[in-house]
């Protein structure tokens, strides 16, 4: 009987784990400009539904830093939709470029509502509707600033990242 976890698996799931913290802790001085869907993505597309664990594992660090709070919930969700998407557009080996990129505009643009969907239930929900409408449209400059710059990191980004670390995934895993 083969083991399912094995000492590489465990590795790699610990490297992807930290890169997706790292990552997003050196650009967080940059507001909505950030490397975890790329990483999440690439990572899910190569390796797998194992990226669910690194998913889980970066939220769980980021709860350990910065304590628990909303934004949790919306990383699991969005992060791990960004996860099955990829891990599936990678078993089928879809690789029309601009296709992927609207799919990241997509998920980009749900982020802005998911996390305004969030907030504004924690809020309350008097006038959920009026209230997530405001919510929504005030963030709107800083959800755009997402969706232009995860377009443009997946363009420059996705297809080179992808051929590295299936190179990576031939040789070490």
């Known amino acids: 009987m083969k083991l399912f976890w094995t000492a590489k698996k465990i590795a790699l799931c610990a490297i992807m784990t930290a890169t997706l913290f790292v990552g997003k802790q050196a650009l967080s001085m940059f507001a909505n400009i950030e490397v975890v869907t790329i990483l999440t993505a690439c990572y899910a597309y190569i390796f797998g539904p194992i990226v669910l664990l690194s998913v889980l594992g970066f939220v769980l660090l980021e709860m350990a830093i910065w304590g628990v709070a909303p934004w949790n919930i919306y990383y699991l969700i969005f992060w791990g939709l960004v996860a099955v998407i990829y891990c599936f557009l990678g078993?089928?080996?879809?690789?029309?470029?601009?296709?992927?990129?609207?799919?990241?505009?997509?998920?980009?643009?749900?982020?802005?509502?998911?996390?305004?969907?969030?907030?504004?239930?924690?809020?309350?929900?008097t006038d959920f509707f009026y209230r997530f409408g405001i919510y929504?449209?005030?963030?709107?400059?800083?959800?755009l600033i997402h969706i232009i710059s995860n377009a443009i990191i997946f363009l420059l980004l996705f297809v080179p990242l992808t051929k590295l670390l299936e190179k990576l995934k031939n040789r070490f895993y």
């Open 136 to 143: 929504y449209a005030r963030g709107v400059y800083f959800y």
């Open 91 to 125: 078993r089928k080996k879809f690789d029309n470029l601009f296709v992927i990129v609207l799919i990241t505009i997509i998920l980009t643009a749900f982020f802005g509502v998911l996390s305004s969907f969030f907030d504004v239930c924690f809020a309350g929900f």
